[in-house]
């Protein structure tokens, strides 16, 4: 008989310093749970993270009541919610999407309105500006995982952000994604 696990995703946000992941590492650990997800970066001066973490649920609890109790320790702010773990991929075709482009505002709007009209599904997004190489301009990368409906004409989608790329003078890329397998 399996026992019974929970889930908790935990976010937290504060300034930037040396150990903070390690930190956060140990006390999930010390609670004997596991972090099963995460995305960690510097935004600014500001240090962010997102975890989905498992565990039973009296660790899951005790890791809720260490965090809440050590956000002035930490110097972050931390929010908890309870939540399940993520269903299989199903009833919907996973792709990758990717642009590049000069940074210029509306970017990330114009392309979710496009994914949003076919009903596509962004499992992750991420945005990153850099400068170019020889001319310093700022240019804006965008990388998302994307659940498309099964019956939605990924043709179509494919226009639409073709359509988008020459409008706007972006490089826009969507190919299927094939997701890791979990061991």
């Not at 972090?35 to 600014?44: D, Q």
């Not at 929010?79 to 590049?100: A, M, S, V």
């Not at 990153?128 to 990924?154: C, D, I, K, N």
Request: charged share 25%.
């Amino acid at each position: 008989m399996r026992e019974h696990i929970g889930y908790k995703v935990i976010t937290a946000i504060g300034p930037d310093r040396v150990g903070i992941a390690d930190d956060l590492a140990e006390i999930v650990l010390r609670n004997r749970c596991n972090i099963e997800e995460s995305k960690m970066a510097v935004l600014g001066g500001e240090f962010a993270v997102i975890m989905l973490i498992s565990g039973k649920p009296e660790n899951l609890h005790s890791l809720s009541e260490e965090l809440k109790h050590g956000e002035n320790k930490l110097s972050l702010q931390i929010f908890i919610k309870d939540t399940r773990e993520h269903p299989p991929l199903g009833g919907g075709i996973p792709y990758t999407l990717q642009t590049i482009s000069q940074d210029t505002p509306g970017i990330v709007h114009a392309v979710t309105s496009i994914l949003r009209r076919y009903n596509a599904n962004i499992e992750d997004l991420e945005t990153e500006t850099s400068f170019a190489p020889w001319s310093g301009a700022p240019l804006f990368h965008m990388h998302a995982r994307v659940l498309v409906p099964q019956g939605v004409p990924v043709h179509r989608l494919k226009e639409e952000l073709l359509a988008l790329e020459m409008k706007q003078d972006l490089h826009v890329e969507l190919k299927p994604f094939f997701p890791r397998q979990k061991e």
